[in-house]
Antibody, heavy 113, light 108 residues
Framework: EVQLVESGGGLVQPGGSLRLSCAGS????????MNWVRQAPGKGLEWISY????????YYADSVRGRFTISRDNAKNSLFLQMNNLRAEDTAVYYC??????WGQGTLVTVSS | EIVLTQSPGTLSLSPGERATLSCRASQSVSSTYLGWYQQKPGQAPRLLIYGASSRATGIPDRFSGSGSGTDFTLTISRLEPEDFAVYYC?????????FGQGTKVEIK
């Protein structure tokens, strides 16, 4: 069974940093593209970052470019999102997704003083 | 930059009725990279359709997708109680990979 489990969310002050992780299981992690998508409270879905199988292609939404960094460790079946200089508008549930077909349950990031 | 606009914002229908949801792109996109998702409150999105018209694994055949160019449609032939949810379209080629703003299908 394909599973994706996000972790690392929590409460952080504006300007602070967090590192999200996504652990994949039940599939060959190193053969799939991965994405991060977020959803602010009561709002729609926002794609924020993509990483190719070998990390040779990486994309970011304008809203996070320069502040967030996506990475992966295929040996550990893991995806990461380093988030720096966090803002109140980054408050959201963050989902990792295998390509577009399987999604984790999300981890909540709250940016507030 | 591609913008996806979904309509209507809310669709009020009864179980058993047909639902037709629209997703319009600001410029022509490849149908190979157009997907549809369902999201229920408190849950992660679930992929319904990829490549504009291919059903994802385990998706009932009452869900169908169609379209090309700038106009795409998700059709639910006969609404079941579990189909009342929010639906999103997405274009997933290159960058950015935008979602539409969503269509809520609610019980009338």
């Amino acid at each position: 069974e394909v599973q994706l489990v996000e972790s690392g969310g929590g409460l952080v002050q504006p300007g602070g940093s967090l590192r999200l992780s996504c652990a994949g299981s039940g599939f060959t992690f190193g053969t799939y593209e991965m994405n991060w998508v977020r959803q602010a409270p009561g709002k729609g879905l926002e794609w924020i970052s993509y990483i190719s199988v070998s990390a040779d292609y990486i994309y970011y939404a304008d809203s996070v470019r320069g502040r967030f960094t996506i990475s992966r460790d295929n040996a550990k079946n893991s995806l990461f999102l380093q988030m720096n200089n966090l803002r109140a508008e980054d408050t959201a549930v963050y989902y990792c997704a295998r390509w577009i077909d399987y999604w984790g349950q999300g981890t909540l990031v709250t940016v507030s003083s | 930059e591609i913008v996806l606009t979904q309509s209507p914002g809310t669709l009020s229908l009864s179980p058993g009725e047909r639902a037709t949801l629209s997703c319009r792109a600001s410029q022509s996109v490849s149908s190979t990279y157009l997907g549809w998702y369902q999201q229920k409150p408190g849950q992660a999105p679930r992929l319904l359709i990829y490549g504009a018209s291919s059903r994802a694994t385990g998706i009932p055949d009452r869900f169908s997708g169609s379209g090309s160019g700038t106009d795409f449609t998700l059709t639910i032939s006969r609404l079941e109680p579990e189909d009342f949810a929010v639906y999103y379209c997405q274009h997933y080629l290159n960058s950015p990979r935008p979602f539409g703003q969503g269509t809520k299908v609610e019980i009338k």
